[in-house]
């Protein structure tokens, strides 16, 4: 029987460049600033956010007291994006909850860390999403010496936390190969970012899980759409956490520099 502060959904954010958290000009700012009108009216009792920017060999989760500091982790951008802050409440009771059920789950080793804040591709879609900055925020890292199943069985450890009010966000990027960025190319999407966004989409919305764990061997042009994983594993551990007989749903689709897709996904029961 579901709770009655129970939530059904989980998401996958792409965050794009750090400039969302400016560039009124991103169509991805907007969909994320009328994500609460428009996308998932619910509020959570708490968040449990999966970065593309936090990697650590085991399973870390932070456990911050009171507000969390606002980590700058980018380089050579405008200087007002240095002044941004999303204060939100930490939340050590989910961290530990986090550990609990991932070790309960056979994750041998699960970590703490009390004194991390939150890195940008946790607080730049949240203050969009939530710019109050009232609800706690919760980050969980990724491992990227690991594969994607990996990721999806963290997912599958934490779907409980549902049940609980707790919503679960992976944020990274659906195509993130920063040295084929085309600044100068207009619309165009390039034919290698074009293939892999479109077989992840109908993968993902078919429910073809597997297939997406396994996205390396099957998908059209893996290695150069993620040459490193930890863009994409987030959208693994949101997969997972959405629980049996679910499947995606595209609620959000642009591109910039045509090679970076904001394909962002709701993961949710099956019609």
Request: proline fraction near 7%.
């Amino acid at each position: 029987m579901e709770k009655k502060n129970g939530l059904k959904d989980t998401f996958y954010i792409s965050h794009g460049s750090p400039t969302l958290s400016i560039d009124d000009s991103l169509p991805a700012r907007h969909f994320l600033q009328s994500f609460q009108q428009n996308v998932f009216p619910q509020k959570p009792k708490a968040i449990l956010i999966i970065s593309g920017h936090w990697e650590t060999s085991d399973p870390t989760v932070n456990a911050a007291v009171g507000p969390s500091d606002t980590i700058h982790d980018f380089y050579g951008f405008p200087e007002p994006m240095y002044r941004l802050k999303y204060p939100a409440p930490g939340a050590p009771e989910l961290a530990n909850r986090v550990k609990h059920l991932l070790t309960e789950s056979g994750f041998k080793r699960v970590n703490v860390d009390k004194k991390r804040g939150l890195d940008h591709g946790a607080w730049v879609p949240l203050m969009l999403m939530y710019p109050d900055a009232d609800i706690p925020v919760c980050q969980l890292s990724v491992q990227t010496h690991r594969d994607a199943t990996h990721h999806f069985n963290m997912g599958r450890a934490l779907a409980a936390l549902k049940d609980d009010g707790v919503l679960i966000i992976g944020s990274g990027a659906a195509t993130h190969n920063l040295r084929m960025i085309n600044r100068d190319g207009g619309d165009a999407v390039a034919p290698w970012a074009y293939e892999f966004d479109n077989w992840i989409k109908e993968a993902v919305e078919e429910g073809r899980y597997e297939d997406v764990n396994e996205y390396e061997a099957k998908a059209p042009y893996a290695r150069v759409a993620h040459p490193r994983p930890d863009h994409f594993y987030p959208l693994h551990v949101a997969m997972g956490a959405a629980g049996e007989n679910t499947k995606g749903e595209l609620v959000h689709h642009s591109w910039s520099y045509g090679t970076l897709s904001y394909a962002s996904y709701r993961f949710g029961e099956k019609n």
